[in-house]
């Protein structure tokens, strides 16, 4: 069994014409690659089989393409299906009807990736969230009873992401924290795990912003070494959280929406965040509102996204009975599926790419990053120092690893950014951050990288402006920033 992902390897496929059965899966946004590969692979007359995100919410989109459908969790009918292939007796299409016992999954195997081609290994500890956004499809793929993992598979997944040499890992759970009472234990046996061999891992997850409402959790998720969290935002408008049944964003006496961002910095965990315009409620003046939150927040890394319409979500069912969904050619054209209520579609789009624009522009990325990095004393070990003080040999060599890092960072950045501006002013922010930060490398650290993202933000910016107004180019450079769950991947699978 081979495993490819086209994010860090191209697709040979003389290879595929040589399997006995190529597996696909990927996400909305890879729905045109993935008709591509699927139509090649076919052309080869190899049994192809497609699951995953699109399969579960855009089934429509891949008819014809696939000689076997999988639909929602897999795992207990991909077993299922490779016994009734092996006796010749397979159906078209397996759809789960239970939800996955997690406590009963195998050990990911890790050996079949190519661990020196990635930055950081994706793993996931709970299934399912709470909360009932309209727009969202995780509850309906999911479910809203979190599943989560027990502690000694969670420990063995990060000892086997460790054992190959992959120090940053992902957990990739919707809401880590959809079941807190179920989390915090195994946050404990983290921590523990963590402390036991001097903090060898590095750590990012998602959360729900009510995540600033329990200080123990906050606590515990920086002694595990959680440092930083994606946080749904959406909208600094409370008439559209509320639209969007966003109850969680708008709690009474939790405070506003900055405050909750500032508390969890507070906290030694750096936020990034999402936002979405094209709210029923949203007008032309969300246009400088989602900008100016994110600048008063702080906040480096933003994702703003226009609001689109999942097949089997709440919000797809509302819009379709009143008519207000785009056909494939608007959609190409507007880069979203929705037709707004308050904005005409040219100005959504048009406002969007403006708004894009402003966010990403050197000055304010780096005004956010400064601010929180410099002016605040952000510190993403606050919670760990009281362990380093009585273990000071390890803390030397993780103060040595991080100048190393930070240092091969910043030269790998500026050799390999071509625009002459663009390399100046990175130059110059990361000597200025040198000078301030350069006795707490694991900010410098973070602070390089941080820098070394701007150029990706600064390119779909540029793209955006470009593809305004075409049909081809729009959807595929404004879903680049809608959030997932799952990492950038549409791995194939060959079974020789």
């Given at each position: 069994m081979t495993l490819i992902d086209e994010n860090v390897e191209d697709i040979d496929f003389t290879r595929l014409a040589r399997a006995d059965l190529v597996c696909l899966t990927g996400?909305?946004?890879?729905?045109?690659?993935?008709?591509?590969?699927?139509?090649?692979?076919?052309?080869?007359?190899?049994?192809?089989?497609?699951?995953?995100?699109?399969?579960?919410?855009?089934?429509?989109?891949?008819?014809g393409l696939a000689d076997v459908v999988f639909v929602g969790e897999a795992d207990v009918t991909w077993p299922q299906f490779l016994r009734d292939w092996e006796r010749g007796c397979h159906t078209?299409?397996?759809?789960?009807?239970?939800?996955?016992d997690v406590t009963h999954l195998p050990l990911?195997?890790?050996?079949l990736l190519k661990t020196d081609r990635y930055m950081f290994g994706s793993m996931q500890i709970s299934?399912?969230?709470?909360?009932?956004?309209?727009?969202?499809?995780?509850?309906?793929?999911?479910?809203?009873?979190?599943?989560?993992?027990?502690?000694?598979?969670?420990?063995?997944?990060?000892?086997?992401?460790?054992?190959?040499?992959?120090?940053i890992i992902f957990v990739v759970d919707d809401n880590l924290i959809g079941n807190k009472k179920a989390i915090k234990p195994i946050?404990?046996?983290?921590?523990?795990?963590?402390?036991?061999?001097?903090?060898?891992?590095?750590?990012?997850?998602?959360?729900?912003?009510?995540?600033?409402?329990?200080?123990?959790?906050?606590?515990?998720?920086?002694?595990?070494?959680?440092?930083?969290?994606?946080?749904?935002?959406?909208?600094?408008?409370?008439?559209?959280?509320?639209?969007?049944?966003?109850?969680?964003?708008?709690?009474?006496n939790a405070g506003t929406l900055l405050e909750?961002?500032?508390?969890?910095?507070?906290?030694?965990?750096?936020?990034?965040?999402?936002?979405?315009?094209?709210?029923?409620?949203?007008?032309?003046?969300m246009f400088d509102a989602i900008p100016k939150f994110i600048g008063d927040a702080r906040i480096a890394n933003a994702l703003i996204g226009l609001l689109?319409?999942?097949?089997?979500?709440?919000?797809?069912?509302?819009?379709?009975?009143?008519?207000?969904?785009?056909?494939?050619?608007?959609?190409?054209?507007?880069?979203?599926?929705?037709?707004?209520?308050?904005?005409?579609?040219?100005?959504?789009r048009d406002g969007f790419i403006d708004a894009m624009k402003r966010t990403y522009t050197a000055d304010a990325y780096f005004?956010?990053?400064?601010?929180?990095?410099?002016?605040?004393?952000?510190?993403?070990?606050?919670?760990?120092?009281?362990?380093?003080?009585?273990?000071?040999?390890?803390?030397?060599?993780?103060?040595?690893?991080?100048?190393?890092k930070a240092l091969v960072i910043s030269v790998r950045l500026l050799r390999n950014v071509d625009d002459a501006a663009l390399r100046s002013r990175y130059r110059l922010q990361l000597l200025h951050a040198a000078r301030f930060l350069w006795r707490n490398p694991h900010m410098l650290f973070v602070y390089a990288m941080k820098t070394a993202m701007h150029p990706h933000y600064a390119a779909l910016t540029q793209a955006l402006r470009e593809a305004k107004g075409t049909a081809a180019a729009m959807p595929d450079a404004t879903r680049s920033f809608s959030r997932s769950t799952q990492p950038n991947v549409a791995p194939t699978v060959a079974l020789p």
């Open positions: 996400m909305s946004i890879q729905g045109r690659r993935m008709r591509e590969i699927l139509e090649r692979v076919r052309s080869f007359g190899v049994m192809t089989v497609v699951g995953g995100p699109l399969a579960t919410v855009e089934e429509d989109a891949l008819e078209n299409r397996y759809e789960q009807q239970e939800k996955t990911p195997r890790i050996e299934r399912g969230c709470p909360f009932t956004c309209e727009f969202c499809d995780i509850i309906v793929t999911f479910g809203r009873r979190p599943r989560l993992k027990t502690s000694r598979q969670v420990l063995a997944e990060l000892e086997a992401f460790l054992g190959y040499g992959l120090k946050l404990r046996d983290i921590v523990q795990w963590q402390q036991q061999r001097a903090y060898p891992l590095t750590l990012f997850t998602e959360a729900s912003i009510d995540l600033a409402e329990d200080e123990e959790l906050m606590k515990l998720m920086g002694l595990a070494n959680f440092q930083s969290v994606f946080v749904g935002i959406e909208s600094p408008n409370e008439e559209s959280l509320l639209e969007t049944k966003k109850v969680q964003n708008v709690r009474p909750r961002v500032r508390c969890i910095q507070q906290h030694g965990i750096d936020v990034l965040c999402g936002m979405i315009l094209g709210f029923d409620h949203d007008d032309a003046s689109h319409a999942i097949p089997t979500t709440p919000l797809y069912a509302r819009l379709r009975d009143a008519g207000r969904l785009n056909g494939p050619e608007d959609t190409d054209r507007f880069g979203t599926n929705v037709v707004p209520l308050r904005l005409a579609r040219e100005e959504l005004a956010r990053l400064d601010g929180l990095f410099i002016e605040e004393g952000f510190d993403v070990v606050l919670y760990r120092l009281p362990y380093w003080r009585h273990h000071r040999l390890a803390w030397a060599k993780q103060l040595l690893g991080a100048y190393v």
